[in-house]
């Protein structure tokens, strides 16, 4: 019991649906990007949350977090662990590994594999032509307005179009087709809500399509895709894994799994424009600037109603900052002007009466940020 929350089991988290679908590796490369350890004690950093002082400790073993990291300056300052998490133990990412496939997009557009983010999508998905996918472009995708119906938050279950789907990559999974439906199967099944561009409305399935895209115009599997152009590029130092469906197409919007200190090398290469310590671009600096700023409001009825919304990015917790944001509290906090990258993972599988972290404790987790972002300093 940790802070009214119940957490099961330790160190891993099991959840569904990640214990009966298969996982494909994301390999890395031979190369490690720079991120170099030089702590800085930031336990006793303070920040005023609910009418009470608290600390980075406080916030560490109060609130259902496994992980904790800091990177300043290209520097990793910081790195705590609970729950039985360790710097070598893969966590979820839950939907930050919705920000890999937008840099993924990025990516291609600068191979010129996508012409444009205005393209509609069956021009590189011919199978969503006449469904309800057709004419959306590849920008209301990324900018969750594609119209197409989801709902992931009601609490209906047999409503809730994430377990629906969940069910039906299962079930095909365990019967091997003969019942249930493939990722692709899903999606093209879906019926269409509203025109696009309308309505913000937050939905995995469009990440889902973002990912086929990538696949399609790679013409290789989603795993071996970011592993080739964007986890080795990049400098990983651990080979990730991610969730896919019985033909192994990649539930990409929720299922990535890595080390701790690749979320960080994530998030600084971010930071940076689009580049590694070394120099090496991994995606454009005119893709990150289209990515993270200019954000329209976003506007639903679950847990990421509020702030604005990019291409697969949150805004963060400082005015130019952007953030990845995960389901429980899964965060990568950049700040490009401090040159301060936060990464806090939170335990999955908790029942929890808080209702602050019922939705995530994204307000607390910028609180503290700032706070350890004031008594780091700038930028050197």
């Known amino acids: 019991m940790v802070n009214d929350s119940v957490l099961l089991p330790l160190p891993i988290d099991v959840v569904k649906p990640d214990v009966v679908l298969p996982h494909a590796p994301v390999a890395a490369g031979g190369t490690v990007s720079a991120l170099p350890y030089e702590p800085v004690d930031l336990l006793g950093v303070s920040y005023e949350w609910a009418g009470r002082t608290k600390t980075v400790g406080d916030f560490l073993n109060e609130t259902a977090t496994d992980v904790i990291e800091f990177a300043h300056n290209g520097r990793l300052v910081a790195q705590y662990f609970a729950n039985g998490w360790s710097a070598d133990v893969a966590h979820q990412a839950w939907s930050t590994t919705k920000s890999f496939v937008s840099t993924l997009v990025g990516i291609a557009l600068d191979q010129g594999l996508i012409s444009s983010v205005e393209d509609p999508i069956e021009r590189y998905i011919p199978e969503l032509a006449e469904t309800a996918w057709q004419g959306v472009t590849l920008r209301n995708l990324l900018e969750m307005r594609s119209g197409v119906h989801w709902d992931e938050h009601t609490s209906e279950l047999s409503q809730n179009t994430q377990v629906l789907q969940w069910v039906d990559l299962a079930l095909d999974y365990f019967t091997d087709g003969s019942a249930g439906q493939t990722r692709n199967e899903f999606l093209r099944s879906l019926p269409r809500a509203e025109p696009q561009g309308v309505r913000f409305n937050y939905n995995s399935a469009n990440t889902q399509v973002l990912a086929w895209l990538v696949e399609s115009v790679y013409g290789q599997p989603f795993n071996q895709v970011l592993s080739e152009q964007l986890w080795q590029p990049a400098g990983m130092e651990a080979g990730a894994d991610i969730m896919t469906d019985r033909t192994g197409a990649a539930i990409a919007s929720e299922a990535l799994f890595a080390v701790p200190r690749d979320f960080v090398r994530f998030g600084e290469f971010m930071r940076t424009g689009g580049s590694t310590p070394d120099g090496r671009r991994i995606v454009s600096a005119r893709w990150v600037a289209a990515a993270t700023t200019d954000m329209k409001p976003a506007h639903d009825a679950g847990d990421h109603a509020e702030g604005g919304y990019g291409f697969q990015w949150w805004n963060g917790a400082t005015p130019d900052g952007f953030q990845a944001n995960g389901f429980q509290g899964q965060y ?49």
């Open 332 to 380: 990568i906090t950049v700040a490009p002007s401090e040159c301060l990258t936060g990464v806090r993972l939170a335990h999955t599988l908790q029942v929890t009466t808080d209702l602050d972290f019922a939705g995530q404790g994204k307000e607390e987790w910028h609180a503290l940020y700032r706070a350890v972002m004031d008594r780091l300093g700038g930028c050197e």
